[in-house]
């Protein structure tokens, strides 16, 4: 039973990632998925979140119009398309189950020129 995070990287100001959240031995349709990101000295925050049809979806207000959290139940993935990234993005991410609090190990995203 686990998450797997990957898409982290070096970025330039204004550039693009796609965040991945791989689930693994468990029902993942069946579970609303959040991401969070944390910062040395910050608490973890929440970025973003999607429910189990992916119709309801909420943002962090500092992402919204720049994020955008999808799933793909078939493949057991969600996504986290970030475009017009900036400094203060840097972080490392995380997705959780919001039933059951399974984290993932996190990936980096650095923004930086």
């Known amino acids: 039973v686990r998450l797997v995070e990957s898409g982290g990287g070096l970025v330039q100001p204004g550039g693009s990632l796609r965040l991945s959240c791989a689930a693994s031995?468990?029902?993942?349709?069946?579970?609303?998925i959040n991401w969070y990101r944390q910062t040395p000295g910050k608490e973890r925050e929440f970025v973003a979140g999607?429910?189990?049809?992916?119709?309801?979806?909420k943002y962090q207000d500092s992402v919204r119009g720049r994020f955008t959290i999808s799933r793909d139940n078939a493949k057991k993935t969600v996504y986290l398309q970030m475009n017009s990234l900036k400094p203060e993005d840097t972080a490392v991410y995380y997705c959780?189950?919001?039933?059951?609090?399974?984290w993932g190990q996190g990936t980096q995203v650095t923004v930086s020129s």
């Open positions: 999607i429910d189990i049809s992916g119709r309801v979806i």
């Open positions: 959780k189950t919001v039933r059951g609090d399974l």
């Open positions: 031995g468990f029902t993942f349709s069946s579970f609303a």
